[in-house]
C-alpha cells in the first residue's frame, strides 16, 4: 500500500501479507448413478451406505461426484464395472488441506432370470413344432423299434443350469420327458418332449 505525505512528496510504502488457509472442505455437492436413484436420496452429511439397485442387464454403471469446492479431489467416480449381487464401492474426496470424508455406495445388480433354451436337440425325430425358445411343448414321433431317444437342452446363457438331459428308454408307446431350465436368480422353467412311437408300420391286414 503506497501512502503520500501531505506535503506531496514524502511515500511510504506498507506491505501486506495475506495468508489464505487451505479449505478442508470434504463435502460432496452430487451424488449421483446413471438412471438409477439412491436410497436414501443425496445428503452431503450422509457418507452412507445408498442403496441403489439395477437390473442384469447393466454390468456397469457411470458414477458422478461433484465436489463442494473445486480444490477437492474426488476418487471412485466414473465408469465402474458391477457383479452380479452386491457391489460396495467407495467415493473419497480429499480436500486442499488433506482431510478426506468416504461416501460409500451399495449397488446390487440383479441376477438373470432367464428360463429359455437356446435349442432343444433329438438324436431321433424331429420337434412339432419347430424349436422356439418361447414354446415349452413339443410333440415327436419315432419308429416303433427305436428303443431310446437322447434329448439335449442347449443353455441360452452360460449362468444357467438344465436338468433332464441325457438317454430316455422307450418302453411305452408314449414317453413324457421334461427338461428344466434354471436361471441364475433361481427361477425355474420346463420343456416337455411328448415322445410317441409310430406303430402304423407294423399294421397288419388279414
Known amino acids: 500500500v503506497k501512502v503520500t505525505a501531505a506535503d506531496g512528496e514524502t511515500i511510504q510504502v506498507y506491505t501486506l501479507h495475506v ?13 449421483s448413478i446413471s438412471d438409477n436413484a439412491l436410497d ?49 464401492i467407495e467415493i473419497s474426496v480429499k ?30 425325430g424331429e420337434l412339432s413344432p419347430a424349436f422356439d425358445s418361447a414354446a415349452h411343448e413339443y410333440n415327436v414321433i419315432i419308429p416303433e423299434e427305436l428303443n431310446e431317444i437322447t434329448i439335449n437342452g442347449v443353455k441360452n446363457r452360460n449362468e444357467q443350469t438344465i ?13 413324457d420327458i421334461a427338461i428344466t431350465v434354471t436361471a441364475e436368480n433361481g427361477d425355474t422353467s420346463d420343456y416337455v418332449v411328448h415322445v410317441t412311437k409310430d406303430m402304423s408300420s407294423n399294421s397288419k391286414i388279414e
Not at 19 to 31: H, M, P
Not at 53 to 75: F, H, L
Not at 76 to 83: E, T
Open 19 to 31: 495468508n489464505v488457509g487451505k479449505s478442508a472442505n470434504t463435502y460432496l455437492s452430487e451424488l
Open 40 to 88: 436414501p436420496n443425496f445428503i452431503k452429511g450422509f457418507i452412507g451406505p445408498y442403496q441403489v439397485t439395477v437390473d442384469n442387464a447393466y454390468n456397469s454403471v457411470y458414477i458422478t461426484a461433484t465436489p463442494e469446492v473445486s480444490s477437492s479431489v474426488v476418487t471412485g467416480a466414473g465408469v465402474r464395472k458391477l457383479d452380479v449381487g452386491d457391489n460396495n
Open 95 to 124: 480436500s486442499e488441506s488433506g482431510d478426506v470424508r468416504v461416501y460409500t455406495l451399495v449397488i446390487e445388480r440383479r441376477a438373470n432370470s432367464d428360463t429359455t433354451l437356446s435349442d432343444l436337440l433329438l438324436s431321433d
Open 163 to 175: 436338468e433332464g438331459n441325457g438317454i430316455y428308454k422307450l418302453t411305452n408307446k408314449s414317453t
